[in-house]
T-cell receptor
Framework: GIQVEQSPPDLILQEGANSTLRCNFS?????LQWFHQNPWGQLINLFY???GTKQNGRLSATTVATERYSLLYISSSQTTDSGVYFCAVLDDYKLSFGAGTTVTVRA | EAQVTQNPRYLITVTGKKLTVTCSQNMNHEYMSWYRQDPGLGLRQIYYSMNVEVTDKGDVPEGYKVSRKEKRNFPLILESPSPNQTSLYFCASGKGQGYNEQFFGPGTRLTVL
């Protein structure tokens, strides 16, 4: 199966800071998604981004499919951005998830 | 509102007592799937379905059953739950055969004593 690696595993930010989360995958993919798991455990869709760049408010993402990586940018972080961020790729009819990046934003 | 719903959201039960976790989506999606999330093991797929009456095993199907009699519903059945099935369960749906964006339900926290 496709291996998905996320870095860094943990990130502590001061409110207002910017950050970049990385997702590397081991094979070509048709589907790549970024999720935010909030403190209540819910998985919130952030981006569906098999290739290219998308932006949604303070968040943006870029996937370079030919080089097998994706980046998630958080700008002007807020305490509500805390949680775990997952990258997932479609692998044989299932989403294979990375281990996640735990983001803590301090006021 | 387009969504995936799961019930119950929280359940504490005892070993061997059959239970069903329901999943329903209102987006007319063909693809539906169940995952479990465990500390240190991440999210793993249990079963998936490409359409009505079409289901297949994921990575961890042992101890679970599913059915897809209607397009909108995909219940997860634990016929004889055991403590190792204590987990956070997610249902997901997507258009087509899962190659498009997938949407997750709110999760069901199950504890088996």
């Amino acid at each position: 199966g496709i291996q998905v690696e996320q870095s860094p595993p943990d990130l502590i930010l001061q409110e207002g800071a910017n950050s970049t989360l990385r997702c590397n995958f081991s094979d070509s993919v048709n589907n790549l998604q970024w999720f935010h798991q909030n403190p209540w455990g819910q998985l919130i869709n952030l981006f569906y981004i098999p290739s290219g760049t998308k932006q949604n408010g303070r968040l943006s993402a870029t996937t370079v499919a030919t080089e097998r990586y994706s980046l998630l940018y958080i700008s002007s972080s807020q305490t509500t951005d805390s949680g775990v961020y997952f990258c997932a790729v479609l692998d044989d009819y299932k989403l294979s998830f990375g281990a996640g990046t735990t983001v803590t934003v301090r006021a | 509102e387009a969504q995936v719903t799961q019930n119950p959201r929280y359940l504490i039960t005892v070993t061997g007592k059959k239970l069903t976790v329901t999943c329903s989506q209102n987006m007319n999606h063909e693809y539906m799937s169940w995952y479990r999330q465990d500390p240190g093991l991440g999210l793993r797929q249990i079963y998936y379905s490409m359409n009505v009456e079409v289901t297949d095993k994921g990575d961890v199907p042992e101890g679970y059953k599913v059915s897809r009699k209607e397009k909108r519903n995909f219940p997860l059945i634990l016929e004889s739950p055991s403590p190792n099935q204590t987990s956070l369960y997610f249902c997901a749906s997507g258009k087509g055969q899962g190659y498009n964006e997938q949407f997750f339900g709110p999760g069901t926290r199950l504890t088996v004593l």
